[in-house]
């Protein structure tokens, strides 16, 4: 056995330990990923679940230093999908096996946006009679909201905690009451409390971040116990205030090379979560999605919005698939996880065998 073989088969990784693999390059970086591909197939199998992304909005009250459809920026058009539509898109997955939706759009807090989509959710269960797992990714929102949509169908909830470290966070958000770390913590253990499979993430290679961050991410996560999650390298946006640290930031490359470290790293500490292969590693590699579901993750997300705003929900600048329907992501995706060696997971929920096995 060599140094890397002890560190790769100890049962609890320390932060010393997750910085070191998040260090490794060439021929010991193949072995990780190669250790994390065997602990995937061994715990959760080589299936992938399909999860179908509906952006229905990009409005959005807040103000995030990184997102390109934060408040302040005027460089684009708004737009909010008819519930019709939604219904359509909810429809489309339904029919074609996805089993689960994703509905995401920008963070609103109002009585009126809380009963829009508890309206939509009943909606959604009644069009697709009950079979759809329905995931919200709706921001931070009062305890009470979180009960109403769970008791209205949603039973996924994601919100990125972006970074674990609240120094970062707040060099990465207006330092006003809406964006606040210590609420974003408060929501993830609302959404707990609630019932919710609760699903968090981090962008990777933000100005500022160090190795030790990361590692403390996936301690997090941990700690947390988090059943799935979303990550995927930062992309800097033109649009945006953190813009102007671009000089610090490690090449592009090099971020997709963390970021899958991050996920083998994730995969070997949480075994049976659910890992998303985030749309972000499209972003800068064509097979950037494959290359992160051979190394542990389980989900994708084909985006399956429909008309004419897709190119309107731009997080990040190059965000694949803005020209494409929801037929074409999900036949690119087919066979983009033929070439990863796994199969689809066509009509399973998928639910996190983690979350199937903790104490609620
Ligand atoms: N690069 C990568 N990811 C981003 N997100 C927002 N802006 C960016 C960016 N510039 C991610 C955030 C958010 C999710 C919806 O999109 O992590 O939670
Ligand atoms: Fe709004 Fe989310 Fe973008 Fe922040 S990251 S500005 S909450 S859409
Ligand atoms: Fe959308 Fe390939 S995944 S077109």
């Known amino acids: 056995m060599n140094g890397l073989d002890t560190i790769l088969t100890k049962q609890d990784l320390n932060g010393d330990d997750l910085v070191y693999l998040l260090g490794l390059q060439g021929m010991q970086k193949a072995q990780l990923f ?35 459809i ?12 008819s519930d019709e539509s939604i219904l359509a898109a909810a429809v489309f997955a339904h029919k074609n096996n996805f089993a689960s939706i994703v509905l995401q759009g920008g963070e609103l807090s109002s009585a009126m946006f809380t009963k829009r989509i508890t309206q939509l959710l009943q ?8 079979a759809l797992r329905v995931t919200l990714s709706l921001g931070e929102q009062p305890k009470e909201v979180f009960q109403e949509w769970y008791d209205a169908g949603a039973h996924r909830y994601l919100l990125r905690v972006e970074s674990s470290n609240p120094n970062l966070y707040r060099k990465i958000h207006p330092q006003n009451p809406k964006h606040r770390f210590e609420n974003r913590l408060q929501s993830l253990n ?14 990777i290679g933000l100005p500022f971040q ?18 799935m999650v979303g990550m995927g390298p930062y992309i800097e946006h033109s649009d945006t205030q953190l813009y102007k ?5 490690m090449p592009q490359e090099e971020r997709f090379q963390l970021s899958l470290k991050m996920i083998a790293l994730l995969r070997m500490v949480m075994p049976k979560i659910n890992i998303a292969s985030a749309t972000a590693l499209q972003a800068i ?3 950037g999605r494959e290359k992160a579901l051979k190394v542990g993750a389980n989900v994708i997300m084909p985006n399956i919005t429909p ?3 897709r190119d309107d929900y731009l997080l990040y600048e190059n965000k694949p698939c803005t020209e494409d329907s929801a037929d074409d992501c999900k036949n690119c995706l087919e066979v983009r996880v033929a070439l990863s060696g796994n199969t689809i997971g066509y009509g399973s929920w998928g639910d996190s065998i983690h979350f199937q096995q903790r104490d609620k």
Do not use: W
């Open 34 to 68: 190669e250790h994390a591909a065997s602990v995937k197939a061994s715990e959760v199998g080589n299936v992938v679940y399909f999860r179908g992304l509906i952006e229905f909005s990009n409005i959005c009250e807040k103000n995030c230093f990184y997102c390109g």
């Open 70 to 81: 934060r408040k302040d920026n005027k460089n684009f058009q708004r737009y909010n999908l």
């Open 123 to 130: 909606k959604i269960h009644k069009a697709t009679e009950g």
């Open 190 to 203: 609302d959404l707990k409390d609630t019932g919710y499979q609760v699903g968090t993430g981090v962008m």
């Open 210 to 227: 160090t190795p030790e961050d990361l590692a403390n991410d996936i301690l997090f996560m941990r700690d947390f116990g988090i059943d």
């Open 245 to 249: 640290y671009r000089g610090l930031l």
């Open 285 to 287: 590699d064509k097979l």
């Open 307 to 309: 008309g004419a705003h």
